[in-house]
Structure formats: C-alpha cells, structure tokens
C-alpha cells in the first residue's frame, strides 16, 4: 500500500528536461510560422483595446467630476422679519402697509451667516389669516388689475411687485380669502423669489398689498413675514 504523498508523486511526476525542449521547441516553430499580417492584427487590436479603456476610464473621470459638482449640499434658514402685522380691507381700495416706512422696517433677525458668495436663493415668506368680521359673505375684490397686489420695498426705496409663476404683478384671485360667513378665517401662505431685489442679506424690507380692497367691509388681515434663505455649501 502506498502512502498519499507516495501516491501523488507517482502520479503528478514533474517535467524532464526533454519534455520542456520537446514543448519549448513547438511553441518555437509556431512562432515562427506565424504570418507578420497575423502579429500586426493582434497588435492592433491589443492597442485599440488599450486606447478604448483608456478613453472610458478619462470619460467616467470626467463624468464623477461633473456629478460631483452638481450635486451639492444646501442649508436653509427661516428667520422672521415681523410678526402680527394687522391691516383691515374695505370695500374700497387702500394700500395696506403691514410693514412700513425706514425707521420701522426691520431687517432678518437671526441670520447664521450674511455672506452672500454662498447664496442660493432667498424668499420672502408670507404667512397669515384673514377673518371676516362682515355679518355675511365676504371675498377680495380684484376686478381692478391694480388691486390686491403684493409689493415690497427694500431699505425704503420705491415698491415693486412680488412676483409669483402664476401672476407676474403679484395680483390675488378673487377667491383667496372667501369667508361664506361671519367669523370665517381664511389661513394663506405666500412665498416670493427675492433673491435679486436684495444687496444684501441684512437690507430692510417692506410689505405693502396695493389697492387693499375686499368685497364688503371689515376683513381683517394679519400676516407673519419671514425671510427664508438658501445657502449652497
């Protein structure tokens, strides 16, 4: 009985000498006989396969680059500017200031950071309820295109549209602050793009809804104005 190393040596004996010759001296002859066109193929082939994978591997480079750069990371803030800004509406038009003249006009309270290099966007958030205090139905009146417009200021200067997507003068519908009856409050929420009309993040701002005017007396107005800012880390 023979062992299992005993077994294994006689049965995977190592190449002679003359074993290697006989096979090294094949590989010679084939190697000579091949055709030069033959080397030239794999040659080429070996170099368009190497210029292939060295222009994916560039294009994923640049491609992880350019993805890189897109996606970012934002910070946002909301920091109130006033609170409980009332105003009252009648049946005839009135600019309605909520918050109003230079020594008045608060600037952002609370701000992280007032370095406008980082700044994504900045919105000017508009948060409120109107009651109805009219004993019966009651709704803005906008059939004037000048009425019921939202406009602000910056640092006192002229006041200019709050412009949305849907109404590039700022102007309400008709039907946003309908109260079917006595007591009804309506709760709204505003939010504009500013981001081009400030200088800076501390620039005092104004509210004013021009040519304030309801369907009947006594609707009454009180909004909490915000300054949401966006920062691209």
């Not at 609370?110 to 019966?136: C, E, Q």
Request: proline residues 3%; negative net charge; charged residues 20%.
């Amino acid at each position: 009985m023979t062992t299992g190393g005993r077994f294994y040596r006689e049965k995977f004996k190592p190449p002679t000498i003359q074993y290697i010759e006989e096979h090294f001296q094949e590989f010679f002859n084939f190697m000579e006989n091949i055709s030069p066109e033959f080397v030239q193929y794999v040659t080429e082939m070996t170099e368009n396969y190497v210029a292939y994978m060295t222009e994916m591997t560039e294009n994923y480079v640049t491609y992880v680059k350019e993805m890189s750069a897109k996606v970012a990371v934002y910070l946002e803030q909301t920091v109130p500017i006033r609170m409980n800004c009332e105003g009252t509406l009648t049946n005839v038009a009135t600019d309605v200031d909520f918050i109003t003249t230079v020594a008045t006009i608060p600037a952002a309270v609370g701000l992280i950071d007032a370095d406008f290099d980082n700044l994504a966007k900045v919105f000017l958030l508009i948060i409120g309820r109107a009651v109805n205090t009219f004993a019966g139905v009651n709704n803005l009146d906008c059939t004037n295109p000048l009425h019921n417009q939202w406009m602000m200021n910056v640092n006192g200067r002229v006041h200019a549209d709050l412009q949305n997507a849907a109404k590039a003068d700022g102007q309400m519908l008709d039907t946003d602050w309908e109260c079917r009856v006595e007591g009804a409050i309506h709760p709204f929420t505003f939010m504009f793009d500013i981001t081009d009309r400030l200088a800076a993040l501390d620039d005092a701002i104004g509210v004013r809804l021009t040519g304030g005017m309801a369907r009947e007396n006594n609707l009454i107005v009180t909004i909490d104005v915000y300054l949401k800012v966006v920062w691209k880390l």
